[in-house]
């Protein structure tokens, strides 16, 4: 069994936090409609963290979504903020830690897509877009530059 990875990451206002250890073959890039509206984005990453292995202190307020199968699916997210923090059975006996807030997400790269058949059709040519540093009127570049190509064929 590959080693755990210690993940920590706080909410956008800060008042929910979380630490965990997570398993680095477990995480996965959701393109389904459900992700993308909670997001309000093309789609969400997650980690999966099992639950002895995850404290998570703050205001987290949940949603449970009902899936067309009768599934319950809870939603975490912080009460003030709204930042996603995961999903879960409503057991709880696994966390899908959204990795967007954490500290390592850079670094948590999905090794399995799902759901790619309701994927942004254009995620494929992102690379050959125009690139900003910040804002809209600041420095061009490429975030896809060597460094980063050897990062993603390390893990
Ligand atoms: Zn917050
Ligand atoms: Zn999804």
């Known amino acids: 069994m590959p080693e755990l990875l ?8 800060g008042r929910t936090s979380l630490n965990g250890l997570a398993q680095p073959d477990m995480i996965i ?3 389904c409609t459900d992700c993308q509206t909670f997001s309000g984005a093309p789609f969400r990453a ?5 639950p002895e292995n995850i404290v ?4 987290v307020s949940q949603y449970t979504k009902v899936a067309d199968s009768g599934t319950e699916r809870v939603q975490g997210f912080c009460g003030k903020c709204g930042t996603q923090i995961y999903a879960a059975a409503t057991d709880k006996s ?3 830690v959204r990795t967007g807030f954490l500290d ?3 670094t948590l790269i999905p090794k399995k897509h799902i759901f790619g058949k309701s994927a942004a059709p254009w995620l494929s040519s992102i690379s050959e877009t125009t690139w900003m ?3 809209p009127n600041s420095e061009e570049m490429s975030p896809f530059d060597d460094n980063m ?3 993603v064929m390390r893990l």
């Open 133 to 135: 540093k910040e804002g």
């Open 104 to 106: 390592q997400h850079n």
């Open 149 to 151: 190509r050897e990062l």
């Open 29 to 31: 890039a959701c393109h």
């Open 56 to 59: 998570i202190k703050g205001d």
């Open 94 to 96: 696994v966390y899908n």
């Open 46 to 50: 997650v980690v999966i963290v099992k």
């Open 6 to 13: 210690d993940v920590s990451g706080k909410c956008h206002c």
